[in-house]
């Protein structure tokens, strides 16, 4: 069965760039979630969708960070303009359902110069 | 709040030797669940091993073990017979009926030939 797949692995932006990054999830899987992890931190969640739904978006800065997922499927995270605080590693996760164990995908590394 | 917190920034152990990652977290529930996810350099968060909160057995999954004390909100993590493949961040994490997961700091653990 195929994890979490994410893309791209690295991306390397100017300030005030935009950037998407992509997420597929574990097929099945309803929830699925956006991680913030800043270098030598733990995950903070950003975003968790069940379905198509932002149940919790409230750590997402609605400023500059959008998230969708249609269909309920795929997500996409989408950065404008960035800043140079944004970089960091950005994680896509997805569970069964509530309460579940959350499977992780490989990350983008963002860097913004 | 609910908190998880890892004391150790750093550990290193001997190659074949044992070694425990300490965890502590604080919640008012009852109902909840803890994680131990492993990060190597590539990044991709992978899970080590899960407890439920209502279970008194501790959890194990071959060298890893886990030592759950609900009272004293302690979870820590055991490593029997540690491999140079040991080496990576873990991560402590506990998730709550909404569906709220926390992570720790991480511990990074080097494993030394």
């Known amino acids: 069965e195929a994890g979490v797949v994410q893309s791209p692995r690295y991306k390397i932006i100017e300030k005030k760039q935009p950037v998407a990054f992509w997420c597929n999830p574990i097929s099945g899987h309803n929830t699925l979630y956006w991680y913030l992890q800043n270098l030598g931190q733990g995950p903070e969640l950003l975003i968790r969708?069940?379905?198509?739904?932002?149940?919790?978006d409230s750590q997402l800065p609605k400023d500059r960070f959008s998230a969708e997922r249609l269909k309920g499927v795929d997500s996409t995270l989408k950065i404008q303009p960035a800043e140079l605080g944004d970089s960091a590693v950005y994680l896509c996760a997805s569970s069964p359902g509530t309460s579940d164990t959350q499977y992780f995908g490989p990350g983008t590394r963002l860097t913004v110069l | 709040a609910q908190t998880v917190t890892q004391s150790q920034p750093e550990m290193s152990v001997q190659e074949a030797e044992t070694v425990t990652l300490s965890c502590t977290y604080d919640?008012?529930?009852?109902?909840?669940?803890l994680f131990w996810y492993k990060q190597p350099p590539s990044r991709q968060m992978i899970l080590v091993i899960r407890q439920e909160a209502y279970k008194q057995q501790n959890a194990t999954e071959n060298r890893f073990s886990v030592n759950f004390q609900k009272a004293a909100k302690s979870f820590s993590l055991k490593i029997s017979d540690s491999q140079l493949g040991d080496t990576a961040m873990y991560f402590c994490a506990s998730l709550y009926n909404n569906n709220d997961m926390r992570f720790g700091a991480g511990t990074r653990l080097t494993v030394k030939p």
């Open positions: 969708y069940e379905n198509e739904e932002a149940v919790d």
């Open positions: 919640t008012s529930e009852n109902n909840y669940y």
